[in-house]
């Protein structure tokens, strides 16, 4: 589909980050641009900002777990325009807490917004899409979707994406609708995605603590995102797919090789690698040792506040990473 003027584009996570470069790309391109984001300021920020391209904005802030906000975004971009051609569900989180025995909480959310407002998105937007005859929908995944190892919660709502991407896909060309689908497996990109609980809902408590080996893991990770690549080369290589109607929308090709290389060791039957070099980390030897130490070196303390607490026959991560690193095999 053509990126021309008159036409409107839907983008969740405006506020900033990739969500924010994809507003600009579409408004430079002469859309009318709908911004949706659940932070408020930097939403009208942003607006602003691409409202001083030239173009028509409506900024609509938007929880999108929440499905009857999710429908009123839409009605609201009809109101305003009269018809949506491109919708991009990009808003993201990810969460630091311990995912097995941190509150529950960090699954609700990440999966409520990385998950559900995918879902709420496709719902909300495909029958209008349908009805017009013309239309693409972009899901921002994340090579996370492919390539398990940025967290459990976090790769699941990225697989979980990817998945129905694909699906969507199939529909569409199964049903002879003229409605591209496109999904986005971003590598490091030079976003806030790393402060994203700075947006955590109140109706869920307490964020909850980071886990233990966040003190190793989080300044590696913010490092090679703060070398990633420039939110607005993403933007561009989202509408180059939009324009050729492409569906995978990758920004890293090393990454792409090490998805290719798991799934060639899945089709042989190897289990899983426990220790895979990761673009702009350090060497994943030197991550599991850091890790190893930290986890010897800190006993019980390791149990989070809030959590489950010790197991009962005094079990810790500490002394189950020591025993298992004494393992023989």
């Known amino acids: 589909m053509e990126l021309t003027a008159g036409k409107v584009a839907v983008v969740t996570g405006a506020a900033s980050g990739i969500g924010l470069a994809l507003a600009e790309r579409f408004a430079r391109a002469g859309l009318d641009v709908v911004l949706a984001d659940v932070e408020r300021p930097a939403l009208e920020a942003a607006a602003e900002k691409i409202a001083g391209l030239g173009g028509k904005t409506l900024a609509v802030p938007t929880d999108v777990s929440d499905e009857a906000a999710v429908t009123?975004?839409?009605?609201?971009?009809?109101?305003?325009?009269?018809?949506?051609?491109?919708?991009?569900?990009?808003a993201g989180v990810a969460s630091h807490?311990?995912?097995?025995?941190?509150?529950?909480?960090?699954?609700?959310?990440?999966?409520?917004?990385?998950?559900?407002?995918?879902?709420?998105?496709?719902?909300?937007?495909?029958?209008?899409?349908?009805?017009?005859?013309?239309?693409?929908?972009v899901n921002t995944a994340s090579i996370a979707g492919l390539i398990p190892g940025a967290g459990p919660i976090y790769d699941a709502t990225k697989h979980a994406v990817v998945a129905i991407s694909e699906n969507l896909y199939q529909a569409m060309n199964m049903a002879m609708f003229p409605i591209g689908v496109s999904v986005l497996c971003p590598g490091w990109v030079r976003t806030s995605i790393e402060q994203a609980d700075r947006n955590w809902p109140q109706?869920?408590?307490?964020?909850?603590?980071?886990?233990?080996?966040?003190?190793?893991?989080?300044?590696?990770?913010q490092r090679a995102i703060d070398e990633g690549m420039a939110p607005a080369a993403v933007a561009d290589l989202v509408a180059d797919a939009i324009t050729a109607n492409r569906f995978w929308v990758f920004t890293d090709p090393r990454f792409t090789q090490i998805?290719?290389?798991?799934?060639?060791?899945?089709?042989?039957?190897?289990?899983?690698?426990?220790?895979?070099d990761a673009p702009g980390m350090p060497p994943a030897k030197q991550l599991v040792a850091e890790i190893r130490r930290l986890l010897a070196g800190q006993g019980g303390a390791l149990w989070l506040a809030g959590g489950p607490g010790p197991r009962r026959d005094g079990t810790t991560w500490s002394r189950m990473t020591t025993e298992a690193a004494k393992a023989p095999g």
Do not use: M, Y
């Open 97 to 137: 807490a311990d995912p097995w025995i941190g509150p529950l909480s960090a699954w609700k959310w990440v999966l409520g917004v990385n998950l559900w407002g995918v879902i709420h998105g496709i719902r909300a937007f495909l029958p209008l899409l349908a009805t017009q005859r013309e239309g693409h929908i």
């Open 72 to 90: 009123a975004l839409a009605a609201a971009a009809v109101d305003r325009f009269g018809a949506v051609h491109v919708v991009c569900n990009n």
């Open 203 to 221: 109706d869920l408590g307490e964020v909850p603590p980071p886990v233990a080996t966040a003190e190793v893991i989080l300044p590696h990770v």
């Open 259 to 276: 998805a290719l290389d798991r799934w060639q060791r899945i089709a042989e039957g190897h289990n899983p690698q426990t220790e895979v």
